[in-house]
């Protein structure tokens, strides 16, 4: 008998604590119910602003997201203080669980930032040929923990954020043209002159090397078994390498009509008579 009066008793205390929460329980339902509506609203209106702004993609994707993980943190928060639980309770427990997750992913934490800082400084944008940690290659994807470079190979290379950001990077297509430098070896018999006014004169037949700035010539050195003569031309970015291989090839050509000796390296070898 008196374990039925205990279960009696321990079903009222349940009903009654059913009735006590239960205003507090709708409301919180109501309160997720209608956030998680409002957020959608706010995330449409944030996609639809974006659409008419020329962002950065990798920035539109960083702050969309950031702007629905911050929001759905400020309902939970709205939600739980519903239930009874209490804000400072609430606050000092997100703290000690974020300090937690600090100290467990510091290296993430430090590619996050580097993204951001990626993200806002743009150092590069996506399709931009860069060169960093030992890797070149074309900017495919920015995102907030890693980037990722199409290499001359067609593979993909992940660099972590952290340590893009930390490093040197050079972005080769930063500015709209570039200079090339081809050095090229003639032989100490051959007319400097003439070998000069060749290379300039093949800059100028080539459409895809800039006048302006002027292409230039230099003797670089007077290296052991040949005069190394420096050529310096400019060239608009999407025309660089078509600039350099048409060079490349045809100086070999033109040196060999006019009579221009390439020189190879070789070594004389005298023997003293016994």
């Not at 759905?72 to 400072?88: A, D, E, M, P, R």
């Amino acid at each position: 008998m008196d374990k039925l009066n205990d279960l009696e008793g321990l079903a009222k205390e349940a009903l009654n604590w059913v009735v006590d929460i239960l205003p507090a329980l709708i409301t919180a339902v109501i309160i997720l119910v209608l956030g998680l509506w409002i957020i959608r609203f706010l995330n449409h209106l944030v996609k639809r602003f974006f659409d008419k702004k020329d962002f950065d993609p990798a920035l539109e994707t960083f702050l969309a997201s950031f702007i629905k993980i911050s929001l759905k943190v400020i309902l939970f928060v709205l939600v739980i203080t519903q239930l009874g639980v209490k804000s400072s309770s609430l606050v000092a427990m997100l703290g000690a669980a974020g300090l937690a997750i600090g100290l467990a992913l510091q290296g993430s934490l430090a590619n996050f930032a580097g993204g951001v800082l990626i993200l806002i400084f743009k150092p590069f944008r996506v399709g931009d040929w860069i060169s960093a940690q030992g890797v070149d290659g074309s900017v495919k994807e920015i995102s907030i923990f890693t980037t990722k470079l199409n290499t001359f190979g067609n593979q993909v290379a992940i660099i972590p954020n952290g340590q893009l950001s930390n490093n040197n990077i050079v972005n080769y297509n930063a500015e709209p043209m570039r200079r090339d430098k081809i050095d090229v070896g003639i032989s100490y018999g051959s007319n400097i002159k003439k070998a000069k006014d060749i290379l300039l004169e093949m800059c100028g037949e080539y459409e895809k090397i800039l006048n302006d700035p002027a292409p230039e010539v230099y003797v670089g050195e007077l290296a052991d078994s040949a005069v190394i003569l420096s050529l310096r031309f400019w060239a608009a970015n999407e025309d660089y390498w078509a600039a350099h291989f048409h060079m490349m090839e045809n100086l070999k050509y033109r040196f060999d009509e006019a009579g221009i000796e390439i020189p190879f390296p070789q070594l004389d070898v005298h023997r003293k008579p016994e």
